[in-house]
């Protein structure tokens, strides 16, 4: 039984097996035939079917065309970002380069303005503070340097007195000393945004320029290629939002993909019904040599399966006429069983027919012992007399 079960089991597998390589075989045999003309197709169900793939097909490469170009123009996307954000860094940093050469050319500027004999009024305007600002510095900071010396020799109360002068005068002087350089800064910034007067040029101040305008001059460079990047990223945003991904490509690229398995499983589908009617037509004149080798080994699968469904069923025969005779086997039994009942009762009834006979027998001597039933009760006569006497 155990044999059967095994070998049905191993031909049911090979049945899947072969009508899964039937499907396929009828796929490809429509698949083939949609390569070709449809005047090669006989009935109007297969040209329909023909006519049906070719639209399927043009709509395949269109789709597939539509993720790659969003695929694409992602990555561009991200390259003209990852390379905005790098000009951005450089023009930063060559911002605070430049900030701190216009300090620089602000103190260019003062010297050169402090070495003129006969400065123009705007030059007053604009360094004579600083000239204040610089004599209040030198002062706090001889102020600072007296108390420093003071403090190495001298008494404790003194020290501790002075010392918390000199921790006053410290942290002036470095107010003191930013606002000059912001002073410079301003100055110099001034001067780098505007031409240089001649009074001042020959005095150092051209050469403290040269690497502002060198500078500018870059930061003037990535801010153009930073506009003609921020115009491609446009044009990328812009065929994004032609394709449908311009507020979630991952999502249109997944909608696209699911829409081009169904066109491939609408295809399949087309194939293997084109392939089932064109089989079953059997119009051996419209058949070329491929198809008819595709219908040949498609036959010969089949026939592999009618064999294998036969020989199934010869299988379930025998293993039906193993239960059968197991059944008959068991009903044997049982009949045995019944027979054997049968006598042990009939045994049984024997003997209690035995006891009834034999008790009929004594139930008839006894009435004759007993005698009339009605007189049972009754004294006889001879007894009554011998009683009165």
């Known amino acids: 039984m155990d044999t059967y079960k095994r070998a049905i089991n191993d ?6 097996k072969n009508s899964g390589e039937v499907h396929l075989c009828l796929r490809k045999l429509g698949e083939y035939l949609s390569y070709r003309e449809a005047e090669v197709l006989s009935t109007p169900e297969m040209k329909e079917l023909h006519k049906r793939i070719q639209e399927l097909r043009r709509q395949l490469p269109e789709s597939r065309q539509h993720v790659k170009k969003i695929l694409q123009s992602v990555a561009r996307n991200e390259e003209l970002e990852r390379e905005i954000r790098n000009r951005k860094a450089q023009i930063a940093e060559l911002a ?8 620089a050319i602000g103190r260019a500027a003062y010297t050169a303005y402090k070495s003129l004999t006969a ?32 403090t190495k020799g001298g008494k404790f109360f003194r020290i501790f007195r002075e010392t918390g002068r000199s ?13 000059l350089g912001k002073s410079f800064h301003e100055a110099g910034k001034r001067f780098c945004d505007s031409e240089v007067d001649e009074e001042l040029k020959d005095r150092g101040l051209r050469e403290a320029l040269l690497p502002y305008e060198a500078n500018e001059k870059k930061i003037n460079a990535f801010h153009r290629e ?15 939002k032609t394709l449908g991904a311009d507020k979630s490509h991952q999502k249109r690229v997944r909608e696209i993909e699911t829409e081009i398995q169904r066109i491939e499983g609408q295809l399949h589908d087309a194939f293997g019904a084109l392939g089932s009617l064109f089989r079953g037509t059997r119009s051996g004149e419209s058949m070329d040599a491929e198809a008819s080798s595709m219908v040949k ?3 010969g699968v089949e026939q592999a399966n009618r064999k294998n469904r036969k020989q199934i069923k010869r299988l379930r025969a025998a293993m039906h006429i193993d239960s059968l005779r197991d059944q008959l086997g068991n009903l044997a039994d049982r009949i045995s069983k019944l027979e054997a009942d049968i006598e042990s009762r009939q045994r049984e009834m024997d003997t209690l027919g035995v006891q009834v006979s ?6 008839q001597r006894l009435q004759k012992v007993r005698g009339a039933e009605q007189t049972l009760l009754k004294n006889p006569k001879g007894a009554a007399e011998g009683e009165q006497s």
């Open 11 to 16: 031909l049911q597998r090979g049945i899947e």
């Open 96 to 103: 605070k380069r430049n900030q701190v050469i216009c300090e």
């Open 119 to 150: 400065p123009r009024s705007e030059y007053r305007e604009l360094f004579e503070p600083m000239r204040r600002q610089e004599k209040e510095l030198e002062e706090l900071e001889a102020e600072y340097d007296e108390i420093q010396a003071h």
């Open 167 to 179: 921790l006053y005068l410290k942290g002036v002087l470095s107010l003191r000393r930013k606002a």
């Open 226 to 240: 930073t506009g003609k990047l921020r115009e491609d990223q446009g044009r990328m945003w812009s065929e994004l």
């Open 297 to 299: 080994q498609i036959e």
């Open 358 to 363: 034999e008790g009929q027998k004594e139930i």
